[in-house]
């Protein structure tokens, strides 16, 4: 996996070191870092590229080596930052499914529950209105974390400003561009590769529009993403402690057959945090954390296999696997359950005193089990029920098939407005990808699966990971009423597979000099293009008032406008 130093990613976060293919050199193991193959007898000529040499020299000192090194992350972060918090106020009204989520939140921080608000409260709430909600109880099916998140920003300055009610999800779309740097940088020992990963969400449209509106999915895929961070440092840490161990017990005159367990692996119980946090926005966590519960036996299984034990699948499942089990979903469950804390110590929530009803409370076995919690699994039941029986047309739905070609991007707001120089003016707010971009990630995730299937490179199977347990559950659901801003939650992944891919065209600095020029031209290009695209789109992300005829121009598909 590679050293998460300073000193080692000197070597090669100027130079751009992609994944090491196995046609150029052998497979690496976990922890270590792959150099390059050895020359040819005879010289084929120059190799790498000018700017290689001229970086080489601009980052000699550690000093400089460490401003790279943070610098970068932070630098796209910033980028991020401009992108999201601009005139993140406007527009100053109720906006989608804010209509959902912004007033949940502001009942939740008043009451400790979701509450019920009159017919035109969108209205009154964007007058400043915000405190004609009731006591009485709404019915909600999504857990309440992502809406107490949402409801940070107006606990602590008020519910009065859009600003406000917009502002902790724009900084999560903020740090989820940091945290995507620093997976990047594991997965591909490179820096500059990081920062182009970290570029790409920073500016995409999709990434964009959910940091701008006060929608769950944006916290759903930051934690989901988080968690996925804890998970790669986990695999390197784990498999040091593995082979310490082993070696002990082999210095001692002992020889396992199946290996030894580690407890000692604090990111796991971080991951499960993290995961059961996600769960907690929106139940397609679980989909993320039963994901990461299996890589995590398989990642053990081929560890104890490399180690030469003869049993290492018992030893996985039957050994380590139950103590993984338990430092992980364990822990998720108590995060979910915690997030229902402020349901369950008032009084008013939505089938809060079910259980107290006539007739309702379990008997037998289950009795024991306190009131609040027995109405809160029937409260579950319920949601569950409503989750698979969703079958609304809705004009913006879109098909899960048709996730990965972008073919119905949701549109969450259209207002005829003034500031077209005395024109016919528009204000919108289209959650559309950056097209190169989207495109370019989709074909790069099909390109990993044939990449991971030929060479069994971990990093392409980690990055197939969280694609899949983003997407493809909802091909399970393809006829339920679902939209394309869902994508977000895995969108994460797919940079990350584009950003393997431009890590191979872009080569490696002992390449021959045409070959490494050719690269960082195309990939150069490629990112000018990209920032060109992103320029264009930004007004119909941000609902800056534009001409209709400019707002036309950016339907490049039918299912666009």
């Known amino acids: 996996m590679g050293s998460n130093g300073v000193g080692a990613d000197a070597r090669d976060a100027a130079s751009v070191t992609p994944p090491e293919p196995p046609e150029r ?12 193959v050895d020359a040819p007898a005879t010289d084929p000529g120059p190799r790498g590229s000018r700017l290689d040499e001229r970086w080489a020299h601009l980052s000699r000192t550690p000093r400089r080596r460490a401003v790279w090194y943070w610098g970068g992350p932070i630098a796209v972060a910033l980028i991020a930052a401009l992108l999201r918090f601009w005139n993140l106020g406007h527009p100053h009204e109720i906006v989608f499914d804010e209509t959902y989520y912004v007033k949940d939140a502001w009942t939740l921080i008043a009451n400790g529950y979701e509450s019920a608000w009159p017919e035109g409260a969108n209205e009154d709430f964007a007058r400043g209105d915000t405190d004609v909600f009731s006591d009485d109880p709404s019915y909600v099916v999504h857990p309440p974390l992502g809406k107490w998140m949402i409801g940070l920003g107006m606990a602590l300055f008020g519910a009065d400003s859009a600003f406000w009610w917009r502002a902790s999800t724009a900084l999560a779309g903020v740090v989820a561009v940091f945290a995507l740097t620093m997976v990047g940088r594991i997965l591909f020992r490179s820096t500059l590769l990081a920062v182009i990963a970290g570029l790409l969400f920073a500016v995409d449209g999709n990434a964009i529009v959910m940091s701008r509106v006060g929608l769950l999915d944006n916290w759903l895929m930051l934690f989901c993403l988080l968690g996925f ?3 790669l440092l986990d695999r390197a840490k784990t498999e040091d402690r593995f082979s310490a161990r082993l070696a002990a017990l082999r210095a001692d005159g002992a020889e396992p057959r199946s290996g030894p367990v580690v407890w000692a692996r604090p990111w796991v119980v971080a991951a499960g ?4 946090a996600a769960i907690a926005v929106k139940w397609s966590g679980l989909y993320f954390l039963a994901a990461v519960g299996v890589y995590l036996v398989l990642v053990d299984a081929l560890a104890r296999r490399r180690a030469g034990l003869p049993f290492f699948v018992e030893g996985a499942v039957l050994k380590q696997g139950p103590v993984t089990f338990l430092l992980l979903v364990p822990v998720a469950a108590a995060t979910y359950l915690a997030s229902w804390t402020g349901w369950l110590v008032t009084s008013g929530g939505y089938y809060r005193d079910w259980a107290d009803q006539p007739e309702n409370a379990a008997t037998g076995f289950w009795s024991w089990v306190p009131h609040p919690l027995q109405s809160l699994w029937h409260y579950h039941q319920a949601a569950y029920g409503y989750h698979v029986g969703v079958r609304t047309d809705h004009p913006w739905e879109a098909n899960p098939l048709t996730w990965p070609l972008m073919l119905r991007p949701t549109n969450m707001y259209y207002a005829e407005v003034d500031g077209c120089g005395g024109g016919e003016c528009v204000s919108s707010i289209i959650g559309i990808a950056n097209p190169l971009i989207w495109w370019a990630a989709t074909l790069a995730s099909v390109y990993l699966v044939y990449r991971f299937a030929r060479y069994r490179e971990w990093q392409a199977g980690a990055v197939l990971l969280g694609v899949g347990a983003g997407y493809l559950p909802w091909l399970l659901y393809v006829e339920r009423t679902v939209f394309h801003f869902y ?17 191979i065209v872009l080569g490696r600095p002992d390449d021959p000099r045409w070959r490494r020029q050719q690269g960082i031209a195309t990939v150069a290009v490629f990112l000018a293009v990209v920032l060109v695209v992103s320029a264009f789109f930004f007004p119909i ?15 490049w598909l039918p299912g666009w406008g």
């Open 487 to 503: 994508t977000i939650a895995y969108e994460p992944f797919v940079l990350l597979a584009l950003t393997y891919v431009l890590g």
């Open 541 to 555: 992300w941000s609902a800056m008032p534009t001409s209709p005829e400019f707002r036309q121009l950016h339907f």
């Open 229 to 231: 961070w804890f998970m």
């Open 273 to 276: 945090v993290a995961f059961g």
């Open 25 to 36: 050199a052998a497979e690496a193991e976990p922890g270590t870092a792959t150099g390059p």
